[in-house]
Protein backbone atom coordinates (compact mmCIF):
# COMPACT_ATOMS: atom_id res chain seq x y z
CA UNK A 1 0.00 0.00 0.00
CA UNK A 2 1.19 3.89 -1.00
CA UNK A 3 0.75 6.34 1.33
CA UNK A 4 1.70 9.98 1.75
CA UNK A 5 4.82 10.06 3.77
CA UNK A 6 3.38 11.63 7.19
CA UNK A 7 0.19 8.93 7.23
CA UNK A 8 3.19 6.41 6.62
CA UNK A 9 5.26 7.38 9.68
CA UNK A 10 1.83 7.69 11.46
CA UNK A 11 0.56 4.47 10.99
CA UNK A 12 3.98 2.92 11.95
CA UNK A 13 3.92 4.82 15.32
CA UNK A 14 0.58 4.04 16.08
CA UNK A 15 0.05 0.85 18.33
CA UNK A 16 -2.78 -2.29 18.03
CA UNK A 17 -2.09 -2.81 21.69
CA UNK A 18 -2.69 0.57 23.28
CA UNK A 19 -3.81 4.24 22.37
CA UNK A 20 -0.93 7.11 21.77
CA UNK A 21 -1.78 10.61 21.94
CA UNK A 22 -1.15 12.69 18.91
CA UNK A 23 1.38 14.70 20.63
CA UNK A 24 2.98 11.58 21.68
CA UNK A 25 3.43 10.12 18.33
CA UNK A 26 4.23 13.96 16.92
CA UNK A 27 7.36 13.82 19.56
CA UNK A 28 8.13 10.25 18.15
CA UNK A 29 8.07 10.98 14.28
CA UNK A 30 9.23 14.56 14.98
CA UNK A 31 6.01 16.11 13.16
CA UNK A 32 4.22 18.91 13.67
CA UNK A 33 0.96 18.03 15.49
CA UNK A 34 -0.86 19.29 13.19
CA UNK A 35 0.22 17.37 10.25
CA UNK A 36 -0.08 14.36 12.61
CA UNK A 37 -3.60 15.17 13.69
CA UNK A 38 -4.55 15.67 9.92
CA UNK A 39 -2.77 12.60 8.41
CA UNK A 40 -4.60 10.28 11.60
CA UNK A 41 -7.86 11.99 10.56
CA UNK A 42 -7.43 11.13 6.52
CA UNK A 43 -5.94 6.70 8.40
CA UNK A 44 -9.54 7.12 10.04
CA UNK A 45 -11.27 7.95 7.03
CA UNK A 46 -9.71 4.98 5.33
CA UNK A 47 -10.39 2.96 8.08
CA UNK A 48 -6.59 2.16 9.12
CA UNK A 49 -6.43 4.01 12.30
CA UNK A 50 -9.34 4.84 15.43
CA UNK A 51 -9.58 8.64 16.57
CA UNK A 52 -10.35 8.80 20.00
CA UNK A 53 -10.73 12.18 21.78
CA UNK A 54 -11.63 13.21 25.97
CA UNK A 55 -11.05 16.27 27.70
CA UNK A 56 -8.22 16.39 29.65
CA UNK A 57 -8.06 18.38 32.82
CA UNK A 58 -4.67 20.25 33.82
CA UNK A 59 -4.07 21.78 37.35
CA UNK A 60 -1.13 24.64 38.12
CA UNK A 61 -0.12 26.69 41.07
CA UNK A 62 -0.87 30.44 41.31
CA UNK A 63 1.55 32.55 41.84
CA UNK A 64 0.30 32.17 45.68
CA UNK A 65 0.58 28.17 45.65
CA UNK A 66 4.13 29.06 44.22
CA UNK A 67 4.63 30.79 47.72
CA UNK A 68 3.42 28.65 49.57
CA UNK A 69 5.08 25.70 48.01
CA UNK A 70 8.48 27.17 48.67
CA UNK A 71 7.33 28.76 52.25
CA UNK A 72 4.43 26.20 53.44
CA UNK A 73 1.09 26.75 54.39
CA UNK A 74 0.39 29.51 56.14
CA UNK A 75 -1.54 27.67 58.88
CA UNK A 76 0.75 25.11 59.01
CA UNK A 77 3.58 27.60 59.86
CA UNK A 78 1.77 28.79 62.53
CA UNK A 79 1.12 25.41 64.09
CA UNK A 80 4.96 24.98 64.08
CA UNK A 81 6.13 27.92 65.38
CA UNK A 82 3.42 27.51 68.52
CA UNK A 83 4.38 24.30 69.16
CA UNK A 84 7.89 25.64 69.13
CA UNK A 85 6.70 28.18 71.74
CA UNK A 86 5.04 25.26 73.92
CA UNK A 87 1.52 25.78 72.68
CA UNK A 88 0.54 22.08 73.32
CA UNK A 89 1.07 23.03 76.92
CA UNK A 90 0.57 26.67 77.73
CA UNK A 91 -1.54 29.38 75.42
CA UNK A 92 0.89 31.35 73.48
CA UNK A 93 0.55 34.79 72.73
CA UNK A 94 -1.15 35.07 68.87
CA UNK A 95 1.29 38.40 68.16
CA UNK A 96 4.81 36.46 69.25
CA UNK A 97 3.19 33.44 67.17
CA UNK A 98 2.79 35.42 64.01
CA UNK A 99 6.16 36.80 64.28
CA UNK A 100 7.80 33.93 64.88
CA UNK A 101 5.72 32.15 62.00
CA UNK A 102 6.88 35.39 59.98
CA UNK A 103 3.03 35.88 58.85
CA UNK A 104 2.09 38.94 57.22
CA UNK A 105 -0.82 40.87 55.55
CA UNK A 106 -3.29 38.28 54.45
CA UNK A 107 -1.52 35.36 55.31
CA UNK A 108 -2.21 36.39 59.15
CA UNK A 109 -6.02 35.91 58.20
CA UNK A 110 -5.27 32.82 56.40
CA UNK A 111 -3.84 31.33 58.97
CA UNK A 112 -6.52 32.38 61.39
CA UNK A 113 -9.37 30.20 59.34
CA UNK A 114 -7.47 27.43 57.94
CA UNK A 115 -6.08 26.50 61.48
CA UNK A 116 -9.08 26.38 62.93
CA UNK A 117 -10.66 24.91 60.54
CA UNK A 118 -7.87 21.93 60.26
CA UNK A 119 -8.31 21.30 64.01
CA UNK A 120 -4.70 22.44 64.98
CA UNK A 121 -5.99 24.09 67.69
CA UNK A 122 -8.10 26.57 69.48
CA UNK A 123 -7.62 30.80 69.88
CA UNK A 124 -9.17 32.28 72.60
CA UNK A 125 -8.17 35.80 73.62
CA UNK A 126 -5.50 36.47 71.71
CA UNK A 127 -3.94 32.85 72.96
CA UNK A 128 -3.29 30.26 70.90
CA UNK A 129 -3.18 26.71 72.02
CA UNK A 130 -2.45 23.49 69.86
CA UNK A 131 -3.55 19.82 69.25
CA UNK A 132 -0.11 17.80 70.00
CA UNK A 133 -1.90 15.02 68.28
CA UNK A 134 -2.36 17.07 65.10
CA UNK A 135 -0.18 16.13 62.51
CA UNK A 136 0.36 18.94 59.38
CA UNK A 137 3.09 16.81 57.81
CA UNK A 138 -0.35 14.71 56.27
CA UNK A 139 -2.12 17.78 55.47
CA UNK A 140 -3.68 16.44 51.88
CA UNK A 141 -3.76 20.28 50.72
CA UNK A 142 0.12 20.89 51.81
CA UNK A 143 0.93 16.97 50.42
CA UNK A 144 -0.88 18.09 46.98
CA UNK A 145 1.53 21.46 45.80
CA UNK A 146 4.47 19.65 45.22
CA UNK A 147 2.60 17.14 42.89
CA UNK A 148 0.74 20.24 40.96
CA UNK A 149 4.11 21.79 41.43
CA UNK A 150 5.85 18.64 38.96
CA UNK A 151 2.47 17.83 36.71
CA UNK A 152 0.80 15.11 38.54
CA UNK A 153 -1.39 17.37 40.81
CA UNK A 154 -4.23 15.75 39.25
CA UNK A 155 -4.69 12.29 40.66
CA UNK A 156 -5.05 14.13 43.61
CA UNK A 157 -8.73 13.61 45.29
CA UNK A 158 -11.56 15.64 44.13
CA UNK A 159 -12.07 17.72 47.36
CA UNK A 160 -8.54 18.63 47.67
CA UNK A 161 -8.06 20.07 44.12
CA UNK A 162 -11.66 21.93 45.02
CA UNK A 163 -10.58 23.01 48.64
CA UNK A 164 -6.66 24.41 46.87
CA UNK A 165 -8.88 26.42 44.10
CA UNK A 166 -11.57 27.66 46.45
CA UNK A 167 -8.44 29.21 48.14
CA UNK A 168 -7.00 30.39 45.15
CA UNK A 169 -3.69 28.76 45.15
CA UNK A 170 -4.49 26.20 42.23
CA UNK A 171 -6.05 26.59 38.55
CA UNK A 172 -7.57 24.37 36.33
CA UNK A 173 -7.69 23.79 32.73
CA UNK A 174 -9.49 21.91 30.22
CA UNK A 175 -8.42 20.16 27.12
CA UNK A 176 -9.12 18.13 24.27
CA UNK A 177 -6.88 15.43 24.05
CA UNK A 178 -7.02 13.06 20.76
CA UNK A 179 -5.75 9.59 20.95
CA UNK A 180 -5.27 6.92 18.13
CA UNK A 181 -4.70 3.03 17.88
CA UNK A 182 -4.27 0.80 14.90
CA UNK A 183 -7.38 -1.06 13.50
CA UNK A 184 -7.68 -4.69 12.32
CA UNK A 185 -6.79 -3.32 8.38
CA UNK A 186 -4.41 -0.79 9.94
CA UNK A 187 -2.59 -3.90 11.39
CA UNK A 188 -3.21 -5.97 8.09
CA UNK A 189 -1.37 -3.02 5.79
CA UNK A 190 1.74 -2.87 7.75
CA UNK A 191 1.71 -6.67 7.76
CA UNK A 192 1.96 -6.56 4.07
CA UNK A 193 4.20 -3.50 4.23
CA UNK A 194 3.53 0.46 3.50
CA UNK A 195 5.31 2.05 0.75
CA UNK A 196 6.05 6.12 0.82
CA UNK A 197 4.02 7.78 -2.19
CA UNK A 198 6.28 10.23 -3.79
CA UNK A 199 3.63 12.84 -3.53
CA UNK A 200 3.63 16.26 -3.60
CA UNK A 201 0.92 18.54 -0.83
CA UNK A 202 0.97 22.05 -2.35
CA UNK A 203 2.13 24.09 -5.24
CA UNK A 204 5.27 26.18 -4.56
CA UNK A 205 6.92 27.88 -7.75
CA UNK A 206 9.50 26.02 -8.77
CA UNK A 207 6.91 23.49 -9.34
CA UNK A 208 5.39 25.56 -11.86
CA UNK A 209 8.43 27.62 -13.52
CA UNK A 210 10.31 24.00 -14.32
CA UNK A 211 7.04 22.51 -15.16
CA UNK A 212 7.18 19.34 -12.99
CA UNK A 213 3.84 20.38 -11.59
CA UNK A 214 2.61 17.85 -14.60
CA UNK A 215 4.70 14.95 -13.82
CA UNK A 216 4.18 14.70 -10.09
CA UNK A 217 1.46 13.41 -8.08
CA UNK A 218 -0.35 15.84 -5.55
CA UNK A 219 -1.82 14.30 -2.27
CA UNK A 220 -5.76 14.32 -1.70
CA UNK A 221 -6.82 17.28 0.28
CA UNK A 222 -9.35 16.57 3.33
CA UNK A 223 -11.53 20.02 3.27
CA UNK A 224 -13.55 17.90 6.24
CA UNK A 225 -10.65 17.00 8.31
CA UNK A 226 -10.45 18.24 11.67
CA UNK A 227 -8.28 21.03 12.28
CA UNK A 228 -6.74 22.91 15.03
CA UNK A 229 -8.74 26.16 16.45
CA UNK A 230 -6.16 28.92 16.18
CA UNK A 231 -7.97 32.03 18.18
CA UNK A 232 -5.80 35.07 16.72
CA UNK A 233 -5.88 38.71 18.40
CA UNK A 234 -8.51 40.30 17.59
CA UNK A 235 -10.44 44.00 18.57
CA UNK A 236 -12.12 43.47 21.44
CA UNK A 237 -15.62 43.55 21.32
CA UNK A 238 -17.05 46.41 23.32
CA UNK A 239 -13.96 48.76 21.82
CA UNK A 240 -15.64 47.71 18.13
CA UNK A 241 -18.55 49.10 19.19
CA UNK A 242 -17.27 51.98 20.30
CA UNK A 243 -15.50 52.75 17.21
CA UNK A 244 -18.82 52.13 15.77
CA UNK A 245 -20.58 54.80 18.03
CA UNK A 246 -17.86 57.01 17.21
CA UNK A 247 -18.32 56.78 13.14
CA UNK A 248 -21.75 56.59 13.38
CA UNK A 249 -21.93 60.02 15.47
CA UNK A 250 -19.00 61.52 12.98
CA UNK A 251 -21.54 60.84 10.24
CA UNK A 252 -24.57 63.18 12.23
CA UNK A 253 -21.94 66.07 12.03
CA UNK A 254 -20.89 65.31 15.40
CA UNK A 255 -17.24 66.61 16.32
CA UNK A 256 -15.67 64.60 19.49
CA UNK A 257 -14.48 65.74 22.67
CA UNK A 258 -11.40 64.67 25.11
CA UNK A 259 -10.53 65.90 28.61
CA UNK A 260 -9.43 64.59 31.63
CA UNK A 261 -10.36 61.40 33.83
CA UNK A 262 -9.55 63.70 36.72
CA UNK A 263 -11.05 66.86 37.15
CA UNK A 264 -12.77 69.56 39.82
CA UNK A 265 -15.63 68.69 41.07
CA UNK A 266 -16.79 72.30 39.75
CA UNK A 267 -16.28 70.76 36.13
CA UNK A 268 -17.59 67.54 36.89
CA UNK A 269 -20.57 68.74 39.36
CA UNK A 270 -20.85 72.12 40.03
CA UNK A 271 -21.48 73.54 36.74
CA UNK A 272 -23.94 71.15 36.07
CA UNK A 273 -25.99 72.71 38.43
CA UNK A 274 -25.90 69.84 40.88
CA UNK A 275 -26.21 70.76 44.58
CA UNK A 276 -23.49 70.02 46.85
CA UNK A 277 -24.97 68.09 49.07
CA UNK A 278 -26.44 65.74 46.39
CA UNK A 279 -26.43 62.25 47.69
CA UNK A 280 -24.46 61.72 44.36
CA UNK A 281 -21.59 63.53 45.67
CA UNK A 282 -20.71 62.05 49.05
CA UNK A 283 -17.94 60.44 49.21
CA UNK A 284 -19.60 57.02 49.24
CA UNK A 285 -20.16 57.37 45.80
CA UNK A 286 -17.20 59.18 44.34
CA UNK A 287 -13.41 58.23 44.07
CA UNK A 288 -11.84 61.31 45.27
CA UNK A 289 -8.28 61.61 45.51
CA UNK A 290 -5.68 62.35 48.01
CA UNK A 291 -2.47 63.72 46.29
CA UNK A 292 -3.20 66.50 44.60
CA UNK A 293 -6.62 66.93 46.34
CA UNK A 294 -7.50 69.91 44.95
CA UNK A 295 -7.02 72.40 41.39
CA UNK A 296 -5.53 75.83 41.65
CA UNK A 297 -6.74 76.48 37.85
CA UNK A 298 -10.43 77.51 37.59
CA UNK A 299 -11.72 80.67 35.65
CA UNK A 300 -12.51 82.86 38.77
CA UNK A 301 -15.54 85.04 37.04
CA UNK A 302 -17.09 81.14 36.22
CA UNK A 303 -16.77 80.09 39.79
CA UNK A 304 -18.20 83.35 40.97
CA UNK A 305 -21.12 83.07 38.30
CA UNK A 306 -21.81 79.06 39.31
CA UNK A 307 -21.70 79.76 43.13
CA UNK A 308 -24.25 82.80 42.34
CA UNK A 309 -26.68 80.30 40.58
CA UNK A 310 -26.46 77.64 43.31
CA UNK A 311 -27.06 80.09 46.12
CA UNK A 312 -29.50 83.16 44.95
CA UNK A 313 -30.34 81.81 41.20
CA UNK A 314 -30.94 83.48 38.03
CA UNK A 315 -33.38 85.80 36.94
CA UNK A 316 -35.96 83.30 36.80
CA UNK A 317 -34.91 80.80 39.36
CA UNK A 318 -34.28 80.84 43.65
CA UNK A 319 -30.91 78.52 43.23
CA UNK A 320 -30.44 75.63 46.08
CA UNK A 321 -30.53 78.16 49.43
CA UNK A 322 -28.13 75.65 50.49
CA UNK A 323 -24.52 75.79 51.49
CA UNK A 324 -21.83 76.13 48.59
CA UNK A 325 -18.18 75.55 49.44
CA UNK A 326 -15.09 76.43 47.02
CA UNK A 327 -13.08 74.01 48.69
CA UNK A 328 -15.29 71.55 47.88
CA UNK A 329 -15.69 72.54 44.29
CA UNK A 330 -12.04 72.52 43.46
CA UNK A 331 -11.52 69.10 45.49
CA UNK A 332 -10.12 66.48 42.43
CA UNK A 333 -11.91 63.41 41.79
CA UNK A 334 -12.24 61.03 39.02
CA UNK A 335 -15.26 61.82 36.75
CA UNK A 336 -18.70 60.28 37.58
CA UNK A 337 -19.91 61.11 34.20
CA UNK A 338 -18.10 62.78 30.62
CA UNK A 339 -20.59 65.86 31.22
CA UNK A 340 -17.42 67.26 32.46
CA UNK A 341 -16.14 67.63 29.16
CA UNK A 342 -19.60 69.33 28.02
CA UNK A 343 -19.04 72.00 30.69
CA UNK A 344 -15.34 72.40 29.66
CA UNK A 345 -16.35 73.09 26.06
CA UNK A 346 -19.83 74.91 26.79
CA UNK A 347 -17.87 77.37 28.67
CA UNK A 348 -15.07 77.82 25.96
CA UNK A 349 -12.60 76.13 28.45
CA UNK A 350 -11.31 73.78 25.53
CA UNK A 351 -11.51 75.46 22.23
CA UNK A 352 -12.68 78.62 22.77
CA UNK A 353 -15.96 80.15 22.32
CA UNK A 354 -18.65 78.16 20.66
CA UNK A 355 -20.96 80.11 18.11
CA UNK A 356 -24.45 77.61 17.17
CA UNK A 357 -25.09 75.58 15.84
CA UNK A 358 -22.19 72.97 17.17
CA UNK A 359 -22.59 69.05 18.23
CA UNK A 360 -20.34 67.78 20.16
CA UNK A 361 -20.29 63.91 21.68
CA UNK A 362 -17.02 61.57 23.35
CA UNK A 363 -17.12 57.97 24.18
CA UNK A 364 -14.53 58.35 27.36
CA UNK A 365 -14.64 55.77 30.64
CA UNK A 366 -16.31 57.09 33.99
CA UNK A 367 -16.15 55.57 37.37
CA UNK A 368 -18.79 55.14 39.92
CA UNK A 369 -18.76 53.34 43.37
CA UNK A 370 -21.80 51.55 42.19
CA UNK A 371 -22.85 48.18 43.47
CA UNK A 372 -21.52 45.63 41.02
CA UNK A 373 -24.15 43.73 39.02
CA UNK A 374 -25.13 42.05 35.98
CA UNK A 375 -25.81 45.96 34.98
CA UNK A 376 -23.53 48.11 36.78
CA UNK A 377 -19.63 48.29 37.11
CA UNK A 378 -17.04 50.66 38.68
CA UNK A 379 -15.91 52.05 35.51
CA UNK A 380 -17.75 51.93 31.93
CA UNK A 381 -17.67 54.26 28.76
CA UNK A 382 -19.81 56.54 28.54
CA UNK A 383 -21.58 58.06 24.93
CA UNK A 384 -21.84 61.71 25.80
CA UNK A 385 -23.19 63.91 23.14
CA UNK A 386 -24.72 67.33 22.74
CA UNK A 387 -26.65 70.27 20.30
CA UNK A 388 -26.50 73.84 20.77
CA UNK A 389 -28.86 75.55 18.51
CA UNK A 390 -31.64 78.12 18.77
CA UNK A 391 -35.38 76.89 19.09
CA UNK A 392 -34.23 72.74 20.02
CA UNK A 393 -37.41 70.93 21.54
CA UNK A 394 -37.80 67.47 22.87
CA UNK A 395 -38.92 66.54 19.53
CA UNK A 396 -35.44 67.20 18.64
CA UNK A 397 -34.09 65.15 21.10
CA UNK A 398 -35.72 62.23 20.72
CA UNK A 399 -35.43 62.36 16.90
CA UNK A 400 -31.69 61.76 17.44
CA UNK A 401 -31.96 59.00 19.66
CA UNK A 402 -34.49 57.72 17.24
CA UNK A 403 -31.59 58.25 13.66
CA UNK A 404 -28.63 56.82 16.20
CA UNK A 405 -30.14 53.73 17.57
CA UNK A 406 -31.71 53.06 13.92
CA UNK A 407 -28.02 52.96 12.67
CA UNK A 408 -27.48 50.04 15.24
CA UNK A 409 -30.91 47.76 13.99
CA UNK A 410 -32.16 48.84 17.26
CA UNK A 411 -36.02 50.49 16.75
CA UNK A 412 -37.73 49.85 20.11
CA UNK A 413 -36.29 52.68 22.38
CA UNK A 414 -39.04 53.81 25.26
CA UNK A 415 -38.73 57.20 26.28
CA UNK A 416 -39.39 58.26 30.54
CA UNK A 417 -39.96 61.37 31.99
CA UNK A 418 -37.71 61.40 34.68
CA UNK A 419 -35.74 64.21 36.83
CA UNK A 420 -32.26 65.73 36.64
CA UNK A 421 -31.10 68.87 38.68
CA UNK A 422 -29.59 70.13 35.32
CA UNK A 423 -31.95 69.23 32.71
CA UNK A 424 -35.63 70.21 32.24
CA UNK A 425 -37.71 67.89 30.86
CA UNK A 426 -35.37 64.99 31.09
CA UNK A 427 -35.85 61.43 29.86
CA UNK A 428 -34.61 58.26 30.55
CA UNK A 429 -34.03 55.70 27.65
CA UNK A 430 -34.93 51.96 27.46
CA UNK A 431 -34.46 49.61 25.08
CA UNK A 432 -35.62 45.95 24.53
CA UNK A 433 -33.25 43.04 25.32
CA UNK A 434 -32.99 40.58 22.32
CA UNK A 435 -32.62 37.63 24.48
CA UNK A 436 -34.67 38.03 27.47
CA UNK A 437 -37.32 40.38 25.80
CA UNK A 438 -36.79 43.01 29.29
CA UNK A 439 -36.55 47.13 29.04
CA UNK A 440 -32.88 47.95 30.04
CA UNK A 441 -32.29 51.80 30.73
CA UNK A 442 -29.67 52.78 28.06
CA UNK A 443 -29.32 56.45 29.32
CA UNK A 444 -30.37 59.83 30.30
CA UNK A 445 -30.67 62.83 28.42
CA UNK A 446 -32.45 66.39 28.56
CA UNK A 447 -32.38 69.76 27.66
CA UNK A 448 -29.93 72.17 29.79
CA UNK A 449 -31.61 74.00 32.30
CA UNK A 450 -30.61 78.10 31.96
CA UNK A 451 -29.08 77.78 35.82
CA UNK A 452 -26.58 75.59 33.93
CA UNK A 453 -26.21 77.42 30.59
CA UNK A 454 -26.29 81.18 31.93
CA UNK A 455 -23.41 80.94 34.19
CA UNK A 456 -21.38 79.25 31.58
CA UNK A 457 -22.48 82.68 28.55
CA UNK A 458 -24.71 80.01 26.59
CA UNK A 459 -27.63 82.07 25.23
CA UNK A 460 -29.33 79.22 23.24
CA UNK A 461 -30.75 75.88 23.76
CA UNK A 462 -28.53 72.94 24.35
CA UNK A 463 -29.81 69.14 24.39
CA UNK A 464 -27.41 66.49 25.92
CA UNK A 465 -27.66 63.19 26.69
CA UNK A 466 -24.96 60.52 28.41
CA UNK A 467 -25.62 57.00 27.30
CA UNK A 468 -24.16 53.29 28.32
CA UNK A 469 -21.65 51.81 25.63
CA UNK A 470 -21.98 48.56 27.53
CA UNK A 471 -25.75 49.01 27.20
CA UNK A 472 -25.74 49.30 23.92
CA UNK A 473 -23.17 46.32 23.58
CA UNK A 474 -25.91 44.30 25.45
CA UNK A 475 -28.44 45.40 22.82
CA UNK A 476 -26.21 44.49 20.05
CA UNK A 477 -24.72 41.46 21.33
CA UNK A 478 -27.87 39.75 23.13
CA UNK A 479 -25.26 39.89 26.64
CA UNK A 480 -27.23 39.50 29.88
CA UNK A 481 -24.44 40.22 31.91
CA UNK A 482 -22.66 43.60 31.42
CA UNK A 483 -19.68 41.16 33.05
CA UNK A 484 -19.89 38.98 30.32
CA UNK A 485 -17.83 42.09 28.24
CA UNK A 486 -15.30 42.46 30.19
CA UNK A 487 -13.40 42.00 33.91
CA UNK A 488 -12.59 38.80 35.68
CA UNK A 489 -15.72 37.21 34.30
CA UNK A 490 -15.17 37.51 30.89
CA UNK A 491 -16.73 34.79 28.49
CA UNK A 492 -14.01 34.29 26.26
CA UNK A 493 -15.78 32.22 23.71
CA UNK A 494 -18.59 35.47 23.65
CA UNK A 495 -15.88 38.11 22.74
CA UNK A 496 -14.45 35.83 20.07
CA UNK A 497 -17.65 35.19 18.28
CA UNK A 498 -20.00 38.61 18.86
CA UNK A 499 -20.49 40.05 15.89
CA UNK A 500 -21.10 44.23 15.88
CA UNK A 501 -23.93 45.61 13.35
CA UNK A 502 -22.49 47.60 10.78
Not at 123 to 146: F, H, R
Not at 435 to 444: K, P, R, S
Amino acid sequence: MKLPRTQAIVLEAASATETRTIDTIADTVDENPTAVTRAAFELEEAGLLRVDEHTAESVTLTDEGERYFDDGLPENRLYWAAIESGADETPVSMGDLIEQSDLDGSEIDIALSNFARKGYGTIESGSVSVDAEADPDSDPEAAALPDIADGTGGYHSADVLDALERRGLMSREKTSVRSIALTDDGVTALMDGIEVADTVGQVTPDLLTNGEWQDVEFADYNVEADAETINGGKKHVLRRIGDRVKTVLVGMGFEEMDGPHVDADFWINDALFMPQDHPARTHWDRFALSAPERIDDLPEDLVERVRQAHLEGIEDGDGYHSPWDEEFARALALRGHTTSLSMRYLAGHSVGTLEPPQRYFSVEKVYRNDTLDATHLLEFFQIEGWVMAEDLSVRDLMGTFTEFYRRFGITDIRFKPHYNPYTEPSFELFGRHPTTDELIEIGNSGLFRPEVLEPLGVDCDVMAWGLALERLAMLITGAEDIRDLHGTLTDLDFLRNAEVIH
